[in-house]
């Protein structure tokens, strides 16, 4: 067991194994002589028993410290209701609720060029399953668009199309 006490002359706080009570010591950092004394002047808590298998792990800086070691009484609020939100949101009106209206807006974008999976068009099946998935109560809009792009293969410009589906959810 260790014995923790402070320095009489510099305040300097030392740790001390209890073999040593009574025995004279020079400080460490004031050189000043002092006495360990035989009670500690603060218990430390006891260290776990060691064993073979469990070597001891050095203590971290943090642990080491003396602001580690200042004994604080907080006391943590005990309820048997939720506690009360800070932060409140505010509540959306109901017929905004009927309509859909706390879902975000959305959009998703397809490109023909991307639908095309070992030489087969599959635009049109990725565009129904893209439907199916938004629901057509929440489809706002669906708009045609068309592009150019430059195909690798033939190192020419291409003229391609797509979708945008703008959609709450």
Do not use: W
Not at 9 to 16: A, D, F, G, I, P
Not at 48 to 72: C, G, M, Q, V, Y
Not at 103 to 111: E, G, P
Request: aromatic letters at 4%.
């Amino acid at each position: 067991m260790e014995i923790i006490f402070n320095c009489p002359h510099c305040e300097q706080e030392l740790s001390v194994d209890a073999d040593g009570a009574g025995s004279e010591i020079p400080c460490p950092t004031c050189g000043e002589a002092i006495t360990i004394p035989e009670q500690p002047a603060t218990a430390a808590p006891a260290a776990p028993a060691e064993t073979a298998d469990a070597p001891r792990l050095a203590p971290s800086a943090i642990n080491a410290s003396a602001a580690a070691k200042i004994e604080k009484h907080l006391k943590v609020p005990v309820r048997s209701t939720p506690g009360e939100s800070l932060i409140k949101k505010s509540a959306v009106p109901l017929d905004a609720v009927a309509k859909g209206a706390d879902k975000q807006i959305r959009i998703k974008t397809m490109r023909h060029d991307k639908c095309i999976e070992s030489g087969h068009d599959k635009f049109d099946e990725m565009v129904t399953k893209i439907l199916a998935q938004i629901g057509e109560p929440n489809i706002i809009s669906i708009h045609a668009f068309s592009f150019d792009h430059f195909d690798v293969q033939t190192q020419k410009i291409l003229n391609d199309y797509g979708l945008m589906i703008i959609y709450r959810g």
